[in-house]
């Protein structure tokens, strides 16, 4: 089976710095994801790990730690904007196929 | 990234109609997606296409059916709708090879049945 786990909800200040963890148990592993869904909106793209190790791309980096089945986004320099849902999904053996986890709900403040 | 899109975007329809959710992309995607998404929950795959005339049911079994006749069009039907159905309907595309499993979303058509 899969599972996967996020936070259900982080609230953070803007301009600062906020780290959303995801770990997953799949049957194989072929890549992790993350996208950032705004209410009512589709999900969007944001980041790809398939091997071990930091993904940066801008404000957004995205961590892979395959042996712990261990994943994180980290936001740096938070906007207003960035308050959104933030999916964890992994492609297991079907290698087509995301498995998403719940979502982090980010509130960002003033 | 794709351009994908879905219609309608919102769907209030009584019990026992017959409705198709439309789906296309413009970047030649060879594999489509559906996915089911109830408020505050996570995406489930409900069907799946790796090109024309191949369609497969996802991990979530759904009442609804699916076709692939042409790449750029992916379209899902309920026969019979009913209010176990009401929920939200994401379509997703990306290309074949595992550098390109990304798969792109469109703004979903969220599906109310009375």
């Known amino acids: 089976g899969q599972n996967i786990d996020q936070p259900t909800e982080m609230t953070a200040t803007e301009g600062a710095i906020v780290q959303i963890n995801c770990t997953y148990q799949?049957?194989?592993?072929?890549?992790l994801f993350w996208y950032q869904q705004h209410a009512g909106e589709a999900p969007t793209f944001l980041s790809y790990?398939?091997?071990?190790g930091l993904e940066e791309k801008g404000r957004f980096s995205s961590f892979l730690s395959r042996s712990k089945g261990y994943s994180y986004l980290l936001l740096k320099e938070l906007q207003m904007k960035d308050s959104a849902s933030y999916l964890c999904a992994v492609i297991g053996n079907s290698g087509y196929a995301l498995n998403f986890g719940k979502g982090t709900s980010l509130l960002v403040t003033p | 990234e794709a351009d994908i899109y879905q219609t309608p975007r919102y769907l209030v329809i009584g019990t026992g109609k017959k409705i198709t959710l439309e789906c296309s992309q413009t970047m030649g995607h060879d594999k489509m997606y559906w996915y089911q998404q109830d408020p505050g929950m996570e995406l489930h795959l409900i069907h799946y296409s790796y090109g024309v005339n191949s369609t497969e049911k996802g991990d979530l079994s759904s009442e609804s059916t699916v076709s692939r006749i042409r790449t750029e069009h992916f379209p899902l039907t309920l026969e019979s709708a009913r209010p176990s159905h009401t929920s939200q309907y994401l379509c997703a595309s990306s290309e074949w090879g595992l550098e390109e499993n990304i798969q792109y979303f469109g703004a979903g058509t969220r599906l109310s049945v009375l």
């Open positions: 790990n398939v091997l071990d």
């Open positions: 799949t049957s194989g592993f072929n890549g």
